[in-house]
């Protein structure tokens, strides 16, 4: 409990101890989901996979109903 209150203290700046332990406490925030959204790919590739997806449906829904109505 007593580690907490000091990193929290050492992150808000309320301390004049700058360490806590073995090294020191730097937040990674800052980009990461924008670098996570660049790894997934780009929303003109999310579209037309959703497109692709869409059309085969509509071809297999056809075919079911097609072979339905001619047997």
């Known amino acids: 409990m007593k580690e907490r209150e ?3 203290r050492s ?3 309320l301390s004049e101890k700058k360490e806590w332990g073995d090294t ?3 937040p990674n925030i800052r980009g ?3 670098r ?3 790894a997934s ?8 996979k ?7 449906l509509v071809v297999i829904l056809s ?9």
Do not use: P, V, W
């Open 6 to 8: 000091e990193r929290i």
């Open 11 to 13: 992150e808000l700046g």
């Open 24 to 26: 020191n406490y730097r």
């Open 32 to 34: 990461q989901f924008r």
């Open 36 to 38: 996570s959204m660049k």
């Open 41 to 48: 790919g780009t929303a003109g590739d999310a579209r037309k």
């Open 50 to 56: 959703s497109a692709i997806r869409l059309i085969l």
């Open 63 to 71: 075919m079911i109903f097609y072979l339905l109505l001619k047997f």
